[in-house]
Nanobody, 125 residues
Framework: QVQLVESGGGLVQAGGSLILSCAAS????????MGWFRQAPGKEREFVAA????????LYADSVKGRATISRDNVANLVSLQMNSLKPEDTAVYYC??????????????????WGQGTQVTVSS
């Protein structure tokens, strides 16, 4: 069992930045790919970013490329998502997820077995 807890969300003005963190407990995440997804009201959950178990490979959604950076600290059991130049369209609940079946990152939400409760990010105009 892996428990994931997101933090760092909040209200930020357009053009601002924030860092979301995902803390894992119950089991080390060092051998698993990790991902970030988001879901806006009335919309489907969408892929944001993912990182391989070693951190050597990353994937980003087109909507956040150039503005987002995913990283991980396997010693601390943490995964982070830095978001810059935030836009109102980035407003959503952000979730981190763990893929226990593979080490390569995936853009498919069904590939992830464990999910956090999410953290709200609201970007004002």
């Amino acid at each position: 069992q892996v428990q994931l807890v997101e933090s760092g969300g909040g209200l930020v003005q357009a053009g601002g930045s924030l860092i979301l963190s995902c803390a894992a407990s119950g089991r080390t995440i060092s051998n698993y790919a990790m991902g970030w997804f988001r879901q806006a009201p009335g919309k489907e959950r969408e892929f944001v970013a993912a990182i391989s178990w070693s951190g050597g490979s990353t994937l980003y959604a087109d909507s956040v490329k150039g503005r987002a950076t995913i990283s991980r600290d396997n010693v601390a059991n943490l995964v982070s998502l830095q978001m810059n130049s935030l836009k109102p369209e980035d407003t959503a609940v952000y979730y981190c997820a763990a893929d226990l079946t593979r080490r390569a990152p995936s853009v498919i939400n069904s590939a992830y077995e464990y999910w956090g409760q999410g953290t709200q990010v609201t970007v004002s105009s």
